[in-house]
């Protein structure tokens, strides 16, 4: 759907408040909130989001096309084991870099049906990437795209509540990686 250019600027400044609020820390995002931050009402912003959840989706837009991306190359490398461990290793850093990404992976659904779309076409891509892996004995058979996401979002979630020096990211990716091995 093509906004009118003001609903494009309105919409632009409620996203822009929200991504705002996400770099102060506060990933509640209440709506409310947003509406006073960017200057409008609070039922222009739900005229644009339905919800808090439209809203994360939206804001992670961005971000779940980048991790598809880093899936596509990670099902066309030749060397199947390392293009599963950048597929995870691109998914963890994304939802490290984005809190907007991680809470959309790691909810049971989506509302948008952009963010379903993404999702689908996210998911097709791990079942290529998972599929050669298990062709290669790199996996178990019994793992399937959707435990690749439940892990990178606890992978993520163990990173975010350490304070170490950074070396928590790779040893964590590599008890997975042992774990996903038949």
Known sequence: MTLRADSARVRARMLAAARARIAAGDVELP???IAKDAGVGVGTVYRHFASRQALLESLAADSYRELIAEAAAAADNPDIARGLRNLLR??????LADPALAAVL?????????????GRELGMLSMRVL???RAAGVVRADVVADDVRRLTCGLQHA???GDDDGTAI?????IV????RP
């Open 131 to 133: 599929d050669r892996a």
């Open 31 to 33: 709506l409310n909130a």
């Open 159 to 161: 990173v975010r509540s």
């Open 177 to 180: 990686l042992r774990g996903l």
């Open 170 to 174: 790779d040893r964590y990716l590599e």
């Open 90 to 95: 691109a998914a963890l850093r994304c939802q």
């Open 106 to 118: 790691a909810a049971p659904e989506c509302q948008c049906a952009e963010t379903l779309a993404l």
